[in-house]
């Protein structure tokens, strides 16, 4: 399968969604009936019509915050329908293994997308509405990756073994690598195989990089295009060594200043995209620390937000929670506030946290509310529930064990969709 849509299709496409600029989407007509159930591909006894590339191509364009131009669809088109390949081979799978989700989990999944964007999730539903896009779209795009992620922790987990060794190894790496960097990352990756071509997917590598310095959220971005395991989580690596990643990687990281985006960076598999969110040198501290049990909410504002508008949001998350004491008081204010996605960020060793966090955290006494920080994707208030002592020699083990588990279920999660990509019937309707 080669993912190179023919311009006739391009152009039955973007005749039917008549997206010019994100303020034009309301104004779009439905597709026509001729275009309905125009074939965009066939998926083995599964179908893709263009009015699902169309619906799909504008909620990934809307929650990723790029722009709706033409040329913007043009560049995004094939890997959209890549995405809707993926996930009816994906559905197909956890169908054939008897995984359905139940309709409360995909609720929960888009109250979380909603809180994530302080609004409810039927203000989240008039907004796509609004722009053209139908609620189910974005369901079913949840319900499919929820599916996906029963399917692959039901296989293979199982099969993932982290040794105390293999963590043994990573702590004496850790304080064998005192006084080099050690970075915050977030990354993007775009597999380059043969169901999609070199200069197609660095076409839409540098698309993306272009959209994300000019104002476009990484994270969301991450969200909709990411082929990695860490995509639903914003592309979020956490913290790496200097010398942890692929060489190609490791070298671009370590000419990156605090809050810059890579080139599309060629590695093996396909091209990555990187952010770095925050640079430090390994040291004593690093290795030890205090534990905290960290509530946050974060009111979303690009980076590239005028300063004003920043300053509006400071005074107006100031005023919300003046006089809220406690983690339950906290809570409940968000709650009230409409923020549907849970505060409570768990129990978070103090270290791992970005400079800029941790100096607030630090000083911060328990049960009080931080003045708003800005952060990366928005504005931020925090408050400490509790805090202790982390034990012995601060590492958190479980959080290293649990990072390596995830790369190797994201090896395993690859794999099976290569193989599932190599052993389908796919048919492009070009």
């Known amino acids: 399968m080669i993912l190179r849509l023919s311009a006739p299709i391009v152009a039955l496409v973007l005749a039917?969604?008549?997206?010019?600029?994100?303020?034009?989407?309301?104004?779009?007509?439905?597709?026509?009936?001729?275009?309905?159930?125009?074939?965009?591909?066939?998926?083995?006894?599964?179908?893709?019509t263009v009015a699902d590339l169309q619906m799909r191509l504008r909620l990934a364009l809307m929650s990723s915050g790029l722009p709706a131009t033409p040329d913007a669809q043009q560049r995004m088109l094939p890997q959209v329908l890549r995405l809707l390949i993926d996930e009816k081979l994906q559905g197909q799978e956890a169908k054939r293994a008897g995984?359905?989700?139940?309709?409360?989990?995909?609720?929960?999944?888009?109250?979380?997308?909603?809180?994530q964007n302080r609004m409810s999730t039927q203000q989240l539903?008039?907004?796509?509405?609004?722009?053209?896009?139908?609620?189910?779209?974005?369901?079913?795009?949840?319900?499919?990756?929820?599916?996906?992620?029963?399917?692959?922790?039901?296989?293979?987990?199982?099969?993932?073994?982290?040794?105390?060794?293999?963590?043994?190894?990573?702590?004496?790496?850790?304080k064998a690598n005192q006084g080099k960097?050690?970075?915050?990352?977030?990354?993007i990756f775009l597999a380059v195989d043969q169901d999609a071509g070199e200069g197609q997917v660095k076409a839409l590598a540098d698309r993306l990089v272009s959209e994300i310095r000019r104002g476009a959220p990484f994270p969301a971005v991450a969200r909709q295009f990411s082929q990695a395991a860490g995509a639903q989580s914003g592309g979020d690596m956490g913290w790496v060594l200097a010398g942890q990643l692929e060489p190609a990687l490791d070298q671009v990281l370590g000419t990156m200043q605090q809050g810059q985006v890579s080139?599309?960076?060629?590695?093996?598999?396909?091209?990555?995209?990187?952010?770095?969110?925050?640079?430090?040198?390994?040291?004593?501290?690093?290795?030890?620390?205090?534990?905290?049990?960290?509530?946050q909410i974060v009111v979303p504002v690009p980076p590239t937000a005028p300063g004003n508008r920043v300053q509006t949001v400071v005074a107006q998350m100031r005023n919300d929670f003046s006089g809220v004491n406690g983690c339950e008081a906290f809570r409940a204010k968000a709650k009230e506030l409409g923020v549907t996605a849970n505060p409570d960020l768990?129990?978070?060793?103090?270290?791992?946290l970005p400079d800029a966090m941790r100096q607030v955290v630090s000083a911060l006494p328990d049960g009080q509310v931080s003045s708003p920080l800005r952060v990366?994707?928005?504005?931020?208030?925090?408050?400490?529930?509790?805090?202790?002592?982390?034990?012995?020699?601060?590492?958190?083990?479980?959080q290293i064990r649990s990072g390596l588990a995830e790369q190797k279920l994201d090896m395993m999660q690859r794999r099976l969709l290569r193989d599932l990509r190599g052993n389908a019937y796919i048919d492009i309707r070009l």
């Open 16 to 48: 039917i969604t008549s997206l010019v600029a994100p303020s034009a989407m309301a104004q779009t007509r439905p597709a026509p009936a001729s275009a309905v159930g125009t074939i965009a591909a066939v998926v083995n006894d599964d179908v893709i």
């Open 99 to 115: 995984i359905s989700v139940p309709a409360q989990d995909v609720d929960r999944a888009l109250a979380a997308i909603a809180g």
């Open 125 to 174: 539903f008039t907004m796509l509405k609004s722009t053209g896009v139908p609620q189910t779209a974005l369901e079913d795009q949840v319900r499919s990756q929820l599916a996906w992620r029963q399917l692959v922790q039901r296989r293979f987990v199982s099969q993932v073994e982290v040794s105390d060794t293999q963590v043994d190894e990573v702590v004496e790496r850790l």
């Open 181 to 187: 960097p050690q970075y915050l990352v977030a990354s």
């Open 263 to 295: 080139d599309p960076i060629r590695t093996l598999g396909g091209y990555n995209i990187l952010l770095l969110r925050d640079k430090r040198l390994v040291n004593a501290n690093t290795a030890t620390g205090v534990k905290v049990r960290l509530n």
């Open 346 to 352: 768990g129990d978070i060793l103090l270290n791992r």
């Open 376 to 398: 990366p994707d928005g504005v931020a208030v925090m408050m400490v529930c509790s805090r202790q002592d982390a034990g012995g020699d601060g590492v958190d083990r479980d």
